[in-house]
């Protein structure tokens, strides 16, 4: 009997975790002809409605549903992590709590799995059908920008959705970074990994957890982790002003000789000093953050902390 496990990561997603495990429950049939048996773990995002209340009720209902509450909010980052570093099975999926992520793919991706031809499984979503256009215009420019200054393969429209194999999980748990980004590390470990598509569904009950806001400084985050490119530019920048420099006191200089010093210039000093000044807060700016993620992993704090498990 080989074992799947199911990992959920939930914030304030108290009307969808049973709703989840009944979907989840329509596949159980096809992988019990297949001799597998599930182990649901529901990571409770430091929720605060009856998440865990629910997740309770479920696991009287059926030992085979397990929870990790954790002390607070640390976001679905630490709650990908959590949830692999607790899974104890052959295979492990991970899925969102608000039905996102069809539970009905899973006999397909499992079947390409068991073939041993593909150590994961991943899913794209081929429209950003129900989404904020202004929110898809950011994605599509996000994602074409880190892949032009990546090397790590980050796909568009990729989600978290993927059924991965004892092999794939224990690298992703190998790369204990505190600065996580799971698209880019799952990109960045390799392996043989199949791509599934489907058409987006929307979250039925409750709302995104996501802000522009929070999704723009998640995308400023995978920048950061998965590329130094930016550092490159800075000094390239830099560069160039220096080269536009010399040519403008060249040209000061010829000037000067040739016209006399006629004292004037004052507006295109200041237009020139508010510009250089600007340029380097920019890149000092880029530099910063990088620092910043480095103090934060030079403490090595750890990724998330349990409050209850069961
Ligand atoms: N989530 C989480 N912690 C957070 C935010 C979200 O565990 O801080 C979970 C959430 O409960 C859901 C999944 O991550 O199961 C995806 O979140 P959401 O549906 O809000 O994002 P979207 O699908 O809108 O991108
Ligand atoms: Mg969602």
Redesign the pocket.
């Known amino acids: 009997m080989r074992l799947l496990s199911v990992i ?6 108290e009307e ?1 975790v049973r709703d989840f495990y009944d979907e989840l429950m329509k596949t159980e049939k096809f992988f019990c002809q297949k001799d597998v048996d599930f182990e649901i773990i529901y ?1 409770d ?2 929720s605060k409605d009856g998440t865990v209340a629910e997740v309770r009720k479920l696991h009287e209902f059926d030992k085979r549903v397990h929870l990790v509450s954790f002390s607070r ?4 980052e630490a ?1 990908i992590y959590a949830g692999l570093q607790h899974a104890k099975g052959d295979f492990v999926v991970m899925m ?3 039905l ?1 992520d069809p539970p009905a793919l899973l006999p397909e991706m499992y079947s390409y799995l068991e073939s041993g031809e593909y150590d994961s499984v991943a899913t794209r979503r081929v429209d950003r059908k129900g989404e904020p256009p202004i929110r898809s215009f950011f994605a599509r420019q996000f994602y074409s920008l880190i892949n032009k200054m990546s090397k790590a393969d980050i796909v568009d429209g990729a989600r ?1 959705y993927r059924l991965m194999s004892r092999k794939f999980v224990d690298s992703i748990l190998s790369m204990g970074e505190y600065n996580r980004f799971s698209k880019g590390i799952f990109g960045w470990v390799g392996f043989r990994t199949k791509w599934l598509e489907f058409e987006n569904v929307e ?1 039925k009950k ?5 802000s522009f806001w929070k999704l723009f400084l998640y995308a400023i985050d995978g920048i950061i982790a998965f590329t130094t490119a930016p550092l490159a530019f800075a000094s390239i920048l830099g560069c160039l002003f220096c080269f536009l420099a010399c040519v403008l006191i060249l040209a000061i200089i010829v000037r000067t000789l040739v016209l006399g010093d006629p004292t004037s210039g004052w507006p295109s000093m200041v237009c020139i000093i508010s510009l250089i000044s600007g340029v380097q807060l920019f890149c000092m700016g880029i530099i910063g953050q990088y620092l910043s993620k480095t103090y934060l992993e030079v403490k090595r704090r750890p990724i998330y902390l349990v409050g209850e498990e069961f």
């Open positions: 959920v990561p939930c914030y304030n997603e969808n990571i995002d430091g909010n640390f976001g679905k709650g969102d709590a608000d996102q978290d979250r409750g709302e995104t957890k996501w």
